[in-house]
Nanobody
Framework: QVQLVESGGGLVQPGGSLRLSCAAS????????MGWYRQGPGGERELVAV???????TIAESVKNRFTISKDNAKNTLYLQMDSLKPEDTAVYYC????????????????WGQGTQVTVSS
């Protein structure tokens, strides 16, 4: 059974940092592209960052140069380092197992985590 468990969300002031983690189990973590998505208040779920099996990353323009995605295959864990946070980054952040080893725009998601809330506010 696939499990994706996010942690690390919370309340942070503008300009601050958070690191999200996603502990994965129940599948061959290293062989899939893994990603972070987010859904803000009243908005649609959107891609934040994806890392393919070979380590290639895709980062949304809105977070480029502020967010970094990484993974530890030995620990079956996906990370999202978020720096210089802005109020518009406020959202529920979801970990996702993509359907394939390499990400491409529109690639389907195989499984989702439950999400972790990130709130950026003074």
């Amino acid at each position: 059974q696939v499990q994706l468990v996010e942690s690390g969300g919370g309340l942070v002031q503008p300009g601050g940092s958070l690191r999200l983690s996603c502990a994965a189990s129940g599948f061959a973590f290293s062989t899939y592209a893994m990603g972070w998505y987010r859904q803000g208040p009243g908005g649609e779920r959107e891609l934040v960052a994806v890392i393919s099996r070979d380590g290639t990353t895709t980062i949304a323009e809105s977070v480029k140069n502020r967010f970094t995605i990484s993974k530890d295959n030995a620990k079956n864990t996906l990370y999202l380092q978020m720096d210089s946070l802005k109020p518009e980054d406020t959202a529920v952040y979801y970990c996702a197992q993509n359907a394939y080893a390499s990400y491409y725009p529109g690639a389907p998601v195989k499984d989702w985590g439950q999400g972790t809330q990130v709130t950026v506010s003074s």
